[in-house]
T-cell receptor, first 111, second 115 residues
Framework: GESVGLHLPTLSVQEGDNSIINCAYSNSASDYFIWYKQESGKGPQFIIDIRSNMDKRQGQRVTVLLNKTVKHLSLQIAATQPGDSAVYFCAVQYQGGKLIFGQGTELSVKP | ETGVTQTPRHLVMGMTNKKSLKCEQHLGHNAMYWYKQSAKKPLELMFVYSLEERVENNSVPSRFSPECPNSSHLFLHLHTLQPEDSALYLC??????????????FGPGTRLTVL
């Protein structure tokens, strides 16, 4: 079956540094990947997505990289700020609305 | 603000109680979802509704009973729950389920504690 895993459950970075959060997936037929951010007391919030026909997509201060050869996905946050502190989930979505989430990486930003 | 609201935000209930969770989406979407988020576990999909019809039931115990009266509202009826059912219950909506790239937008969740 499908699985989505994250490499590190926690990540601590200094304010202003870049953050990289990694994720691996098992199904080579996966087509659509999403990163969500979940702050304490809130539901997951969409950050950025990427389809399998791309290997890189950029947003505001965030970049998602997709390596289909090794089935690896990463989220890069530039100039990390205290407001970026949250749990970050990668997810794979399939037709029918089936969304498979990874365990999550808790990002802490030190001032 | 994602346009998906959930009530109540917190709920404490005994194992013999019956309660309901409510979700409302203001995004004009056709699909709605229930997820369970337990500590130290990934989000688990429970139910999927598309145009008020249930299209996915992910082996959820019958003590959880969903209801979708229209495309804007989704309920989760709870009865005779167990302490291990304590979790954050999240509702989400998307434009539809037919396209795999329709983004799901989440509500803030209901924190449920079963005593």
């Amino acid at each position: 079956g499908e699985s989505v895993g994250l490499h590190l459950p926690t990540l601590s970075v200094q304010e202003g540094d870049n953050s990289i959060i990694n994720c691996a997936y098992s199904n080579s037929a996966s087509d659509y990947f999403i990163w969500y951010k979940q702050e304490s007391g809130k539901g997951p919030q969409f950050i950025i997505d990427i389809r399998s026909n791309m290997d890189k997509r950029q947003g505001q201060r965030v970049t998602v990289l997709l390596n289909k050869t090794v089935k690896h996905l990463s989220l890069q946050i530039a100039a990390t700020q205290p407001g970026d502190s949250a749990v970050y989930f990668c997810a794979v979505q399939y037709q029918g609305g089936k969304l498979i989430f990874g365990q999550g990486t808790e990002l802490s930003v030190k001032p | 603000e994602t346009g998906v609201t959930q009530t109540p935000r917190h709920l404490v209930m005994g194992m013999t109680n019956k309660k309901s969770l409510k979700c409302e989406q203001h995004l004009g979407h056709n699909a709605m979802y229930w997820y369970k988020q337990s500590a130290k576990k990934p989000l688990e999909l429970m139910f999927v509704y598309s145009l008020e019809e249930r299209v996915e039931n992910n082996s959820v115990p019958s003590r959880f009973s969903p209801e979708c009266p229209n495309s804007s509202h989704l309920f989760l009826h709870l009865h005779t729950l167990q302490p291990e059912d304590s979790a954050l219950y999240l509702c989400a909506s998307s434009q539809d389920t037919a396209v795999s790239t329709d983004t799901q937008y989440f509500g803030p969740g209901t924190r449920l504690t079963v005593l």
